[in-house]
T-cell receptor
Framework: AQSVTQPDIHITVSEGASLELRCNYS??????LFWYVQSPGQGLQLLLK??????LVQGIKGFEAEFKRSQSSFNLRKPSVHWSDAAEYFC???????????FGGGTRLMVKP | DVKVTQSSRYLVKRTGEKVFLECVQD?????MFWYRQDPGLGLRLIYF???????EKGDIPEGYSVSREKKERFSLILESASTNQTSMYLC?????????????FGAGTRLSVL
């Protein structure tokens, strides 16, 4: 069965600092990987996705993520965090049938002024 | 833009009540989903529907049922609400095939069962 682990429940960074959110997955085949963001009181919005090809993928709002098969990881990064990035971030893996996602437990990001 | 609309943002119900959560999407998506979101547990799939009147159980279907009579509408039903069903409920939709797995979410319904 597929699974996703986000080791960090909470992360606090200063505005302007760099950010890396960790995601490890377990899946028997080539994974389809996603990062979603949930701002307070909102639903989830897709930040970026990896299906195949280049292992460094770019997303919206200046985020990027790198797929590392050897480490079963798909970490999310941003070079300079803005106060508006404070939110909860979810990593997810999709199944081969293309119809189901399994989510990690989420990482809540706080941004200090 | 895809729009997924959940009928209520907040609901307060009493133990034993029958509760309906409604979700409508406007992009003619084949797939629709109901998730439950709890702190530290992420999103857990309750039920999934891939067509009208078709459904599949997710990871935590106990205590819930669903109805999909029209393609755009997917309802979650709590037959007899219990306090352990107090949670945030999120609806999502996606297209079958192509754009693999990209799900679009509603804003959520925060349900409190007293």
């Amino acid at each position: 069965a597929q699974s996703v682990t986000q080791p960090d429940i909470h992360i606090t960074v200063s505005e302007g600092a760099s950010l890396e959110l960790r995601c490890n997955y377990s899946y028997g085949a080539t994974p389809y990987l996603f990062w979603y963001v949930q701002s307070p009181g909102q639903g989830l919005q897709l930040l970026l996705k990896y299906f195949s090809g280049d292992t460094l993928v770019q997303g919206i709002k200046g985020f990027e993520a790198e797929f590392k098969r050897s480490q079963s990881s798909f970490n999310l990064r941003k070079p300079s965090v803005h106060w508006s990035d404070a939110a909860e971030y979810f990593c997810a893996v999709g199944n081969n049938a293309g119809n189901m996602l399994t989510f990690g437990g989420g990482t809540r990001l706080m941004v200090k002024p | 833009d895809v729009k997924v609309t959940q009928s209520s943002r907040y609901l307060v119900k009493r133990t034993g009540e029958k509760v309906f959560l409604e979700c409508v999407q406007d992009m003619d998506h084949e797939n629709m989903f109901w998730y439950r979101q709890d702190p530290g547990l992420g999103l857990r799939l309750i039920y999934f529907s891939y067509d009208v009147k078709m459904k599949e159980k997710g990871d935590i279907p106990e205590g819930y049922s669903v109805s999909r009579e029209k393609k755009e509408r997917f309802s979650l039903i709590l037959e007899s609400a219990s306090t352990n069903q107090t949670s945030m409920y999120l609806c999502a939709s996606s297209r079958a095939g192509g754009q693999f797995g990209i799900q679009y979410f509603g804003a959520g319904t925060r349900l409190s069962v007293l």
